[in-house]
């Protein structure tokens, strides 16, 4: 398979970003990234893309793949309801819809997380906008969409972009795991999943933790 990965410089991506690499039947990986990775690798090109809503000057080099694994996102803590909306939904939609033009055949997955509202109407800001993010995803013409929604993950081994709280809390993964299963998984299972998903498919669309840990597992 070849696939294309965003958010690579984030804490996800870059857990998703390292699956691909390692797995031995995805030859070529696109990173279409704000920054360069500073990673080097004989799959890896990087595409330097500053505004994700505009992506028409990369166009030529987004044909040809079967898979995107769309990991950009923001914090909404700070934000209003329209900034976050443009920097959330306007941005995925917008490089999302020239793919589908371009990759008929492609596979999206698209990092939401746990608790996103997919009727739109809930009191959290942040998960109505996913929600509707979501939405307009799966109504678009790919071959198949889904919505990743994971919560506390566990980086993986290596990892150089990590969130300040993962490190902090990262040594109650193993009582969290056993306690609260449906909230936890590790970065690598996210990113078995995704190549999983685009293999083989699966029953959801709309994929919580439990659903990402059972098919990250499942081939």
């Not at 914090?75 to 939904?89: C, D, M, Q």
């Not at 081994?157 to 990590?162: D, I």
């Not at 078995?192 to 840990?213: C, F, Q, S």
């Amino acid at each position: 398979m070849n696939v294309i990965v965003t958010g690579a410089t984030g804490m996800v991506g870059e857990g998703v970003l390292l699956e691909c690499l390692q797995d031995p039947g995805i030859t070529r990986v696109l990173v279409v990234t704000r920054k360069p990775t500073g990673r080097q690798h004989p799959k890896l090109r990087e595409v330097l893309l500053p505004d994700f809503a505009h992506p028409e000057a990369i166009e030529s080099e987004l044909t040809g793949y079967d898979a995107c694994y769309f990991c950009l996102g923001v914090s909404s803590v700070g934000l209003k309801e329209p900034e976050y909306t443009r920097l959330t939904h306007d941005l995925t939609l917008g490089f999302a819809r020239p793919l589908a033009r371009l990759n008929p055949q492609m596979t999206f997955c698209y990092v939401s997380g746990a608790g996103t509202d997919s009727t739109e109407k809930g009191r959290q800001m942040w998960a109505r906008v996913k929600g509707r993010t979501e939405n307009e995803l799966l109504r678009l013409p790919f071959r198949a969409a889904y919505m990743f929604r994971p919560g506390f993950m566990k980086a993986t081994e290596g990892q150089q972009n990590v969130l300040p709280m993962y490190k902090y809390i990262a040594w109650l993964y193993p009582a969290l795991r056993r306690f609260t299963p449906g909230f936890v998984s590790t970065l690598a299972e996210v990113g078995r999943a995704m190549i999983n998903v685009t293999r083989h498919g699966y029953e959801k669309r709309v994929l919580e933790v439990r659903d990402i840990v059972e098919l990250a597992g499942r081939y």
